[in-house]
């Protein structure tokens, strides 16, 4: 099974490609249109701004390619954010797999929110093994409100989408890859999702 991180001038590759490791993953790091189409699975991680990240995309042709995809995706963090309709951050336009704005938290919450918040998982393949509570990683400043493609939940002044799904597409807003063995556990859950 082939594992593709795409590539697009976002942080956050090598914590990714370590934790793959671990699990015994093979992968290719890629900002190639058709080695992103032939992969068995896409991550989509990132540390970075929703703008210039969507103009990396768009200049390789690469939203066209994640629009289309067939098989299992995972974006994460800001990977997860590109999965929607737009941002607050550079008033970027995102993918549109998932209908929402991204917005900015309260300036009376401190910002970016760093560290360990507690997420409740809906059922779904991809948190198998897990308790319907877990602490998970996070680092963001910019939140997707909760809604129909929401299936796991955060709290940091409101509630708002630690998890989405749409299809194939799925989307975690924490870092799986920096939280532990229950990240470890989602990470293992999507190398055995059906394609």
């Known amino acids: 099974m082939s594992v593709a991180i795409a590539k697009f001038n976002a942080g956050n590759i090598t914590s990714v490609k370590f934790a793959l490791e671990k699990l015994g993953a093979s992968y290719v790091i890629t900002d190639d249109p058709g ?24 200049e390789k042709g690469l939203d066209h390619i994640l629009r289309s995809l067939q098989q299992p995706f995972l974006g994460i963090c800001l990977g997860m954010q590109l999965l929607c309709t737009s941002s607050d951050e550079g008033n970027a336009d995102g993918l549109n797999i998932i209908a929402g704005r991204v917005k900015k938290f309260s300036s009376k919450l401190k910002v970016p929110l760093i560290g360990w918040n507690c997420v409740k998982f809906a059922e779904d393949e991809l948190f198998f093994g897990l308790k319907k509570l877990e602490f ?3 680092v963001h400043s910019y939140y997707l409100e909760t809604g129909d493609r929401t299936i796991a939940e955060a709290q940091y002044g409101i509630s708002y989408s630690a998890a989405v799904r749409h299809l194939n597409f799925r989307g975690v807003q924490f870092h799986p890859e920096k939280s532990a063995e229950p990240g470890l556990q989602i990470l293992k859950n999507f190398l055995r999702l059906k394609t």
């Open 136 to 138: 998970q990683y996070f």
């Open 35 to 58: 080695k992103i189409a032939e992969a068995d699975r896409v991550i989509l991680p990132g540390v970075g701004e929703a703008s210039s990240a969507m103009n990396y995309l768009r």
